[in-house]
C-alpha cells in the first residue's frame, strides 16, 4: 500500500488501532546540536527575560516552539540555489525567477518583493487605505491590524462564530461569515471599504482553514459591490492540503491546483516567505491590479529596497523560487500537517485542552482550560508560555490578551475570547520524538495546573507589545 491511499490515524486523532506507521518524506543531511539546561538555569533565564519567552536567547532553548516564521530547514536544492545568487543592485535573475515561480503557482499578474511580510502588509496598507475606512477580516492577525490602523482604517472581525469557540469540531473555522460582511458593508458603505482580509489557515484561531465554497462566496459577495480581496497567503498551501482533504470535489485534485484556484477568487496576496515557501527571510506583496502595483512598486523603493529585490539577497530569491515548488509536494504537505496532528494526537489522549481540529501549522493550547481561576488581565497564555519554558525548556508563545493589544480610542485591553499558547511546528526540522518530549512537557504543566498563579505586567511597549512586554508573577 502506498504512501497516498493507505490510511493514518494522524487523519483521525485517537483512532490508534490498525495504524501504519509513517515517515517524512525526505532524510536529514545536516543536524544542530541541542543542549538542555537545568531547572535553576532556566528559572534566571525567564526571569532576566520578564517570563516573555520572544526575550529568552535561543542558546537557553531546548526545543524552539515559538514560530514557523523563519525557522524552516531548507533542502539541498535550495542550498544549491543560493550559490546562484545574483547579487546585482537592478535586475537580478532570481528575481526574475521568484516572478515567474509567484505566477505559475499562485496566478497573481504582479509581484513586488518585499523583507519579509510585514512589508508588504505596510506597503498594501499604505496603497490601499484612506484614513476613516474600514478593513473586514476573518480575525485579525497582529502585524496586520497594525499596518491597517496606522494608516487610518478601522479593522472588523467578521469570522464565523465556531472560530472563537476551541471546542468546536466544524472543519473550516476560518470562514468568513457572510452575514456579518453585508452587514458591515450595509452599515459603512462599500466604498469606505478598500479591501476584505482574507487569511488562509487563520493564525489567531488556531491554524484554521477556509473552504473553497466560502472564498468563492465572499468574492461573488464583494464583485456585486466593487470590493477587492487581498489574501494572507503566508500558510495558503496548508489550507489547500485542508481543502483537499476535507471538501467535496478536491480529493483527487493535486494540492498545486487547489492553491490556484484558491488565489484566482482574490486580487492579490501578501506573503512572509518565511513560512509555506520554506526559507528563512523574505515575502512579497502581488496583485493584479496595475495601479496598486506601480504605486506599490514606488513605494517599495522608499522602505524596503529596490524593485527588482525589496530587502531580500538575490540568493534568498532563489530559495524562495524552489521553496515554493517544493511546498507544493502533496507528500511533503501532507507530512508537515501530519507532524503537527501526531503532537496533537498525544495531547489528546491525556484530555489536555486545545483548539480543535488540528490546525495547520500548531497545536492552540487553551489556556483557559488550563487556569481557570486566573483572571484573562492575569495573563493565562503568557503564564502558561512561561511555565511550558520552565518544566522542560522548550519555547512557546502566547496568543491571547497581550496579543490583542489595547484599544486605540479608549486605552483598554481587547479581551479576545480565545486565550492560547502556541506551540508552533517549524518545517522539516524536529522529529517526532521531539513531539513526544513536547506532549510530556505540556502534560507535566497539565498536572500542575492548580498551584500556578498569574503575571503582572511590568513593561508594556507602544507598539506590538507582546515581542517586548515585561511581566512579574504574582505574590
Not at 498569574?454 to 508573577?473: D, I, N, S
Request: net charge negative; glycine share 8%; charged share 25%.
Amino acid at each position: 500500500m502506498d504512501e497516498q491511499s493507505r490510511p493514518s490515524s494522524l487523519h483521525t486523532m485517537g483512532q490508534q488501532q490498525d495504524r501504519r506507521s509513517w515517515a517524512e518524506p525526505y532524510k536529514i543531511k545536516v543536524v544542530e546540536p541541542l543542549y538542555m539546561t537545568t531547572r535553576e538555569q532556566r528559572e534566571k533565564a525567564l526571569a532576566e527575560a520578564g517570563y516573555n519567552t520572544f526575550l529568552l536567547h535561543s542558546r537557553d532553548v531546548y526545543i524552539d516552539l515559538l514560530t514557523d516564521s523563519g525557522t524552516n530547514a531548507m533542502s539541498d536544492r535550495q542550498w544549491a540555489g543560493m550559490m546562484v545568487g545574483d547579487e546585482a543592485y537592478a535586475g537580478s535573475e532570481n528575481f526574475y525567477h521568484l516572478e515567474r515561480t509567484v505566477k505559475e503557482c499562485y496566478g497573481y499578474e504582479y509581484l513586488v518583493p518585499t523583507h519579509q511580510g510585514r512589508g508588504a502588509e505596510n506597503i498594501l496598507s499604505s496603497v490601499k487605505i484612506t484614513p476613516g475606512d474600514h478593513v473586514p477580516g476573518n480575525m485579525y492577525f497582529t502585524t496586520t491590524r497594525y499596518h491597517q490602523e496606522a494608516n487610518g482604517a478601522t479593522f472588523h472581525d467578521i469570522i464565523v462564530d465556531e472560530a472563537h469557540d476551541t471546542s468546536s469540531l466544524a472543519e473550516f473555522k476560518g470562514n468568513v461569515d457572510l452575514d456579518k460582511l453585508r452587514c458591515l458593508i450595509d452599515e459603512v458603505g462599500a466604498d469606505k471599504i478598500p479591501y476584505v482580509c482574507v487569511a488562509a489557515t487563520v493564525n489567531m484561531a488556531g491554524g484554521q482553514p477556509i473552504s473553497m465554497a466560502n472564498m468563492r462566496a465572499v468574492r461573488e459577495l464583494t464583485a456585486e459591490h466593487g470590493i477587492a480581496i487581498y489574501l494572507d497567503a503566508t500558510r495558503a498551501v496548508e489550507n489547500a492540503l485542508f481543502i483537499q482533504e476535507r471538501e467535496e470535489g478536491y480529493a483527487d485534485k493535486p494540492i498545486a491546483e487547489i492553491l490556484k484556484e484558491f488565489c484566482s477568487y482574490s486580487d492579490g496576496a501578501t506573503m512572509s516567505g518565511k513560512k509555506d515557501p520554506l526559507v528563512n527571510i523574505g515575502g512579497w506583496l502581488s496583485t493584479n491590479d496595475r495601479e496598486v502595483f506601480e504605486e506599490a512598486r514606488n513605494m517599495v523603493v522608499v522602505y524596503e529596497g529596490l524593485h527588482t529585490y525589496g530587502g531580500m539577497a538575490g540568493r534568498d530569491m532563489e530559495a524562495m523560487a524552489i521553496g515554493i515548488r517544493e511546498s507544493l509536494d502533496d507528500s511533503y504537505m501532507k507530512s508537515r500537517v501530519g507532524q503537527v496532528r501526531y503532537l496533537g494526537m498525544l495531547l489528546e489522549q491525556w484530555g489536555i485542552p486545545f483548539v480543535k481540529p488540528v490546525g495547520g501549522h500548531g497545536i492552540f493550547l487553551d489556556a483557559r482550560g488550563f487556569y481557570p481561576h486566573l483572571d484573562q488581565e492575569e495573563f493565562p497564555a503568557q503564564m502558561l508560555a512561561a511555565q511550558l519554558y520552565l518544566e522542560s525548556g522548550v519555547r512557546a508563545m502566547e496568543r491571547g490578551i497581550v496579543s490583542a493589544g489595547r484599544d486605540a480610542v479608549t486605552s483598554e485591553n481587547h479581551k479576545p475570547r480565545l486565550e492560547l499558547v502556541r506551540l508552533t511546528i517549524p518545517r522539516r526540522v524536529y522529529t517526532q520524538a521531539h513531539m513526544d518530549v513536547v506532549a510530556e512537557s505540556v502534560k507535566e504543566c497539565w498536572d500542575h495546573r492548580a498551584s500556578v498563579k498569574g503575571l503582572e505586567m511590568v513593561y508594556e511597549p507602544r507598539y506590538l507589545r507582546f515581542f517586548q512586554a515585561r511581566f512579574e508573577p504574582k505574590v
